[in-house]
């Protein structure tokens, strides 16, 4: 799918919607309908990083000086509108010289303020909140994003093998973490996909838990929730790891985790709701009579690290029926956390096809004792 | 300042504002005011991250099950409320709960949709945009402030003169920002305060062009804009070092933009309009018949990396009147751009203090050929 095909999806929108113009303020949609290549995109500490604005007819990128020079070279096709802030003047003059009147917006991204500016100083645009719509609009995976997710998963595929022969006693999780980013950086990836978990121990029972100064020890646990971006895209991976051989309870409820991800991947299909797929995994658990993961089975990945579907208890905004479809790429990573003793998360990346579901992380994922 | 101290202060917009309850999103509040020490706390990959309220007699951290164990260890004195989502039903409840009716909140920080789904769960409070109140909260620093300021620049300094032994001929863009990171880590710095921009030659001209695989050429320059980020708090320097001995033309440049600096040093001072001392280094600059930098002068710098107060041609939100006053904390960068022929800035951070200014960067900033 090219950038035409690109735009007319996102132009299929106005119909939808009863639309007139669309505003895509997330850097995910700039970089996917307009090329327009940020490397932190939604970082606020970059302060505005510019505006996509679409109609019928027009198609305009709103930047400020910065990213002047960028914009020309990465958005042939685009008209560039010199601007400084992200919602008065510039943007609603060309709102107003388009003649826009319905116009959507990302009421999730954009804010309150940002929100409120734009509504007063374009009195006779109406703004309408699009984030569920827009949610579908990246939702199936074209070839060059597969290609792209592709290689952001061999990336870290590779870091992987390098941490099972890199990871000792002694190590702090803080220089795992930090090594992971060293190896993806010198590998060519632009960089992480989001922050590193390193967890050892009982930590590990944490499932979002920050790195510390905490030591790898013989007998526990070291969970790695980790992925590398590559030209945007990004990976997402859990691998938890023994250090020394396991007791035979860790041993099961290692298994257990496995077996729920194979569950969840039998469940998978074209069609299936994905809160069915994440029921299959936390069934998996609670028949064994364990406590089963408390957060979702699954999300969608792609130039977001978390975007749809979404693969757990509740829907997803723009997620049609909620349905997974060909063409959607996701991952699947169930845990069991026992605060204070264990815990054990194991996350793959997940293609759906048209042939069934390719695993696109190659790492194995059976139980590895270092 | 210690924690009670800083909790009345913000109490003290309570009265001000006259309000009864105060939402913190931002994650510099976060760690200001309850401790809540986030790694990239307003990085959107993440998710919700938590939310405080405060009132007249009481102090709460909202947060979802992935950071209880982080506030009960970091925010003693605070309650703890668990929930999952930024705004319903857990925020509305606890605002019902504490009988709050005018609450204050955030709303360049909040997204348009969280801040309206908070007024429809609760209808009965009334919110109320305080952005501008807060800006002033966090722009005199305290003793602690400062301290970690030092460290952050120092970290900065340090690998400034490694970064003038280990630049040479062929060295691209990209590799150096990743060997600014990595001395940083290694040095025991939380990381970067930004995305590190290094740019070669007439790149140089894009105020905040991105690394790119471009390489290290001789007779031209190299701009490098980096800071380190040091216990939350950040470090801002820019350097344009020329590899080679610069022409007489590149030389007068260079010497303009350090003299618009030092203008700018002697303008500031308690009392004096942060538009005054911009105004100061582009006339120093454009009465030599040179175009000035168009970005503004300077910024407050603390745990964000752009925060009150403002050094530019327009004010910014909270800075009472606009001036300076001791106890500010901000860097002074002017520049000059020549798209397709050289860029140079200069960036320094600054402590007003009642014995005058003082630098808190250490590196020399006269002109250093290598």
Request: charged fraction near 20%; charge should be negative; hydrophobic fraction near 45%.
């Amino acid at each position: 799918m090219g950038q035409p095909e690109r735009l007319a999806r996102a132009r299929a929108i106005l119909d939808a919607e009863g639309l007139d113009g669309l505003i895509f303020s997330r850097g995910a949609f700039k970089r996917w309908l307009a090329g327009f290549a940020l490397a932190d995109p939604d970082d606020p500490s970059h302060g505005y990083a510019g505006t996509l604005v679409l109609t019928r007819g027009a198609a305009l990128v709103l930047a400020d000086s910065r990213y002047v020079e960028q914009v020309i070279a990465e958005c042939p096709g685009w008209e560039l509108v010199h601007t400084t802030r992200p919602a008065a003047p510039e943007l609603a003059d060309v709102l107003a010289r388009l003649g826009v009147q319905r116009c959507g917006a990302e009421a999730a991204v954009l804010s309150h303020s940002t929100w409120t500016d734009l509504a007063e100083a374009a009195p006779n645009v109406e703004l309408i909140a699009v984030d569920s719509a827009l949610a579908g609009l990246r939702i199936v995976k074209d070839e060059t994003e597969i290609a792209a997710l592709g290689r952001a998963t061999a990336v870290t595929d590779a870091c992987f093998v390098h941490l099972l022969n890199w990871i000792a006693v002694g190590r702090r999780e803080v220089e795992i973490a930090w090594e992971i980013e060293r190896f993806f950086r010198e590998a060519g990836a632009e960089g992480l996909a989001f922050s590193t978990i390193a967890l050892v121990g009982p930590r590990a029972a944490m499932p979002h838990g920050e790195p510390s100064d905490e030591r790898v020890v013989a007998g526990q646990v070291v969970l790695l929730d980790f992925g590398a971006r590559v030209d945007g895209y990004r990976a997402d991976m859990t691998r938890t790891i023994f250090v020394g051989a396991p007791d035979d309870e860790s041993r099961r409820l290692y298994d257990l985790v496995l077996g729920a991800q194979q569950a969840a991947e039998a469940a998978v299909g074209p069609g299936v709701a994905g809160t069915i797929v994440h029921g299959a995994a936390v069934d998996h658990i609670a028949s064994a009579g364990v406590e089963p993961f408390g957060h979702g089975l699954g999300h969608g990945i792609g130039l977001q690290t978390h975007e749809a579907p979404s693969l757990s208890r509740v829907g997803y905004p723009g997620q049609s029926g909620g349905t997974l479809e060909v063409g959607m790429v996701f991952t699947i990573e169930p845990g069991i956390y026992q605060p204070g003793r264990i815990g054990i998360r194991i996350e793959d990346d997940y293609h759906l096809t048209a042939g069934g579901l390719v695993r696109l992380t190659q790492s194995p994922n059976h139980l590895i004792a270092i």
